[in-house]
């Protein structure tokens, strides 16, 4: 089914680009400054494809003994490796340049340790070079869950999500939370 909707999309996105084309009236490129916000992006694509990587490979301790869950068979390792590049490429969706932290009016989500998205788009703006830097870092982090991911390595696809939760941690200790104490003790 999801190959289905997937050639359907791609179907659909030629249909309309040649028409497009042909009636000489092509659709002007969105706008990153009017485009779905940083905020929006880790909610819709970052936060759910590295909890996806984060919760593939766990080890328990049950009544029946040691229980290690980990993808077992192709389409779960597939499914770990479509996560792994839409991660990876959501960082070049992050660090679009006019991309803002959150939309007009929002606010911090915890404002005791969190900077207003206006502080943190400022924070941005002023070191572009070192945003961009650790979105790279996430990509390097996420290469490592791709190679796990081919090797088939549950304890690879594991060291890899503990980068990729690295990666992440340094980013909003840098320009979401910078006061925060105790995340700073944490480095």
């Keep these: 089914m999801r190959n289905l909707l997937i050639f359907l999309f791609i179907t659909m996105t030629g249909c309309l680009s040649v028409a497009c084309h042909a009636t000489g009236s092509e659709a002007p490129a969105p706008d990153a400054s009017s ?25 328990s301790v049950t009544d029946k ?11 779960e390792w597939a499914t770990m490796r479509h996560a792994a ?11 679009m340049p006019g991309r803002k932290v959150a939309r007009t009016g929002e606010h911090a989500k915890d404002p005791k340790l969190e900077l207003e998205p206006e502080q943190i788009d400022a924070l941005i703006a002023q070191d572009r070079a070192g945003f961009a830097k650790y979105a790279h870092e996430m ?8 190679k796990a991911i081919d ?16 990666a992440c941690e340094t980013c909003h200790k840098k320009y979401w939370y910078p006061n925060d104490e105790k995340a700073q003790e944490q480095k």
Excluded at 65 to 75: C, F
Excluded at 86 to 94: D, F, G, Q, Y
Excluded at 139 to 146: L, N
Aim: proline residues 3%.
């Design 65 to 75: 003994g040691v229980e290690t869950k980990a993808p077992s068979n192709d389409e």
């Design 139 to 146: 990509q390097g982090a996420v290469a490592q869950a791709v």
């Design 35 to 59: 485009a779905f916000t940083i905020r929006e992006v880790m909610q819709s694509m970052v936060a759910p494809q590295a909890d996806s990587l984060w919760n593939a490979v766990s080890t």
């Design 85 to 95: 590049v839409t991660l990876a490429e959501a960082m070049n969706v992050v660090v």
């Design 151 to 166: 090797a088939k390595s549950a304890d690879g696809l594991s060291t890899a999500g503990a980068a990729i939760d690295a």
